[in-house]
């Protein structure tokens, strides 16, 4: 997926919470907010994908101000709510256990999400249905699948993820499942570290995308994750920044799990905003 007009602004207000939380001083912020706007004008074109081009922008921004983990304290409240909450909803099937990992994705800082309310929007998204609901071949395909890699999003949501798979291990026994998280810290993606604190050594091969970049951009992994992506049997991919890496390589392997959170996704897609979707492009 290629820019769209809102994403050049959308990084850049990313970029104004990374410098308030990163500095305090007023002549230190409006130095790092100018250097965000030099350095977005030598990044962006319109070619740009959206997380490629700003996940290049926020780590510069973030050896500018000092600060490699601006978000560290927003991942650790969202990991803390989220593992709370998904006690809840052990008993859930399946098909409830998707719909929550996709539930889960409204966690996430770009879009100015607070974590307080996730057990009221959790509530909320499960009596909503998914406007596109791809499943039931999802589900097929793991029938016959020898491995799955599965490919995180933010921290928060991860426990929802690790619910999720919990219950494929037990619907699909025989299935190799690997789960994929960033090499270091990016927003508030989830990194490999943040993967075993959430236990996900347990229930599955946790691998490094050998990249810290949003989504899965694959000119920028390593050689060891490529080689897996390409031996995958079928992918999951949470979230709206690996849509936007992901989308355009016209997989057929490939299903997406995401809240079309902002207009660009929404359009992109053709859906409202909002919309929950379990989507692989190949079935539209």
Known sequence: MRIHHECVSCAINQCQKIVEMSLTDENSRRDAMLFSLKRASELFSKDSIPAVTGGLLFLDLYEFTGNDDP??????????????LVGHFENSDLKTALKLAI???????????????????????LDESLLIDHSDELFERLKRAGTLLYLVDNCGEIYFDRLFIEKLREEFPDLKIIVAGKAGP????????????????????????????????????SGEFLRVFRSADVVIAKGQANFETLSE??????????????????????????SLLCLNLHLR
Do not use: H, Q, W
Request: charged share 30%.
């Open 71 to 84: 978000f560290r304290e927003y991942k650790r409240l969202s990991n803390e709510m989220a593992g709370r």
């Open 249 to 274: 390589l016209n997989d057929s392997r490939i299903f997406f799990l995401l809240k079309a959170k902002c207009p660009a996704i929404a359009r992109e897609i053709g859906v409202p905003m909002g």
């Open 103 to 125: 539930a889960g994705n409204v966690v996430d800082f770009s879009t100015g999400y607070n974590p307080e309310k996730l057990e009221e929007d959790i509530r909320r998204v």
């Open 186 to 221: 990016i927003i508030n993606d989830a990194t490999v570290e943040d993967l075993l604190e959430a236990g996900f050594g347990e229930i599955a091969e946790v691998i490094s995308t050998g990249s810290r970049l949003p989504g899965t951009p694959l000119d920028y992994v």
